[in-house]
């Protein structure tokens, strides 16, 4: 049977963090997000897909938890017009510290949602402070909360190279979390080298977002990255996480479902302002100014050729299990070959894998062999 993943984008937080670079607004009123909601809810139903199946629902931004629990509602209730829920379907929302209560909780299992993401970054008071993110006291109070209600299925989130925060100081916050919540059963650990000296865009969508000079002089020298990123690959590998993808580590049994999907081609509707979707071979997105969006006005649909699939199979295959050797022909075998004889590419159960030094070179080796 064939079955339909479902992105759906809210592009409101309660405050915007420095070093967000996505489709994602703070300020706006009740009523605003209410337009939204209206509009993101029409555009569900005017979608040419029907009765099909939904295998996994991602609500990303943003910061979906802002939603209030009437407007959740209205968004399930229109999905269930539109769309067959699987038994088996995986239902995330995205969220933050401040937007877990008991109530959310209790509401958000009721609908159906079984995973949360929560993204906390570092339990550094310092440098929760300078990013613009919830206090550490925050963290461990929404942590309680899930705690005393139950959730079996609760992924966060850390990133290397934040201001303040000191080499092994993550594996320190992990271990301490690991030790007080065993509902912890998902960890993303990104970098942040790629948000150093990004100079400001004035008259951009990115206009109030500040990239402090010297973040890359507050935090780890770009160079410690990869040392730091073994050691917590190590350490999570030691207390029965598996990395299923470059950043994305789980517990067996606990692979976000949706994220897997995409990076395997799996068809993907999308919803909501910025969404990005992948439908019989076209990858589209919505525009991420609102304008466009309610006017339904710079919808991007790219028919991806055999090639540009080929190319995105390499990427996702490098970021996950490896690229097949049946590929290496149409790869740069000299340029393979050297990677792999210094050390940033090795060869396992017929496949071509990132080792572990490679993984803060991926960009580079991907532009290399392909």
Known sequence: ????????????????????????????????????????CKEILDSDIDGVFLNTIYFGG??????????????????????????????SIETTPG???????????????????????????KSLSEIGRDSKGDIIGALDT????????????????LPYVRSGEIIKNIDYLLEKYDFIKHISVYML???YDVPEVKGSKFDNIVYPNDWSNLGLKEEDFSREYIEIKDFLQK??????????????????????????????????LG????????????????????????IIKEHLKEEDLFLEKIMFSLRTSGIDEIYLEKLDNL????????????????????????????????????
């Open 1 to 40: 049977m064939k079955t339909y993943n479902c992105y759906i984008h809210i592009p409101f937080c309660s405050s915007k963090c420095k070093y967000c670079r996505f489709a994602s607004f703070s300020g706006f009123s009740n009523l605003k997000i209410q337009t939204y909601v209206d509009f993101l």
């Open 239 to 272: 207390n029965g996480f598996n990395r299923y993808e470059i950043s994305n580590y789980s517990k067996p049994g606990f692979e976000c479902k949706h994220n897997l999907g995409y990076w395997n081609h799996k068809e993907t509707l999308a919803f909501g």
């Open 193 to 195: 080298e790629e948000y």
């Open 99 to 125: 937007n877990i209560t008991m109530e959310n909780i209790i509401w958000w299992k009721n609908l159906g949602i079984n995973r949360i993401s929560m993204g906390l970054q570092t339990l550094n008071e």
């Open 62 to 91: 943003g910061t979906p938890g802002v939603l209030s629990l009437s407007q959740f509602n209205q968004i399930f209730e229109t999905l269930k017009t539109k769309f067959i829920f699987s038994e088996n379907i995986e239902i």
């Open 275 to 298: 969404a990005h979707g992948f439908l019989s071979g076209i990858r589209f997105s919505n525009s991420e100014s609102f304008i466009d969006y309610y006017t339904k006005k710079n």
């Open 335 to 370: 340029k393979v070959n050297y990677f792999i004889e210094n050390n940033m590419l090795y060869k396992k159960n017929k496949k071509i894998a990132l080792s572990d030094s490679g993984v803060v070179f991926m960009d580079y080796i991907l532009g290399q062999i392909i």
């Open 146 to 161: 899930v705690k005393n209600i139950g959730f079996s299925n609760f992924s966060i989130d850390f990133i290397i190279g």
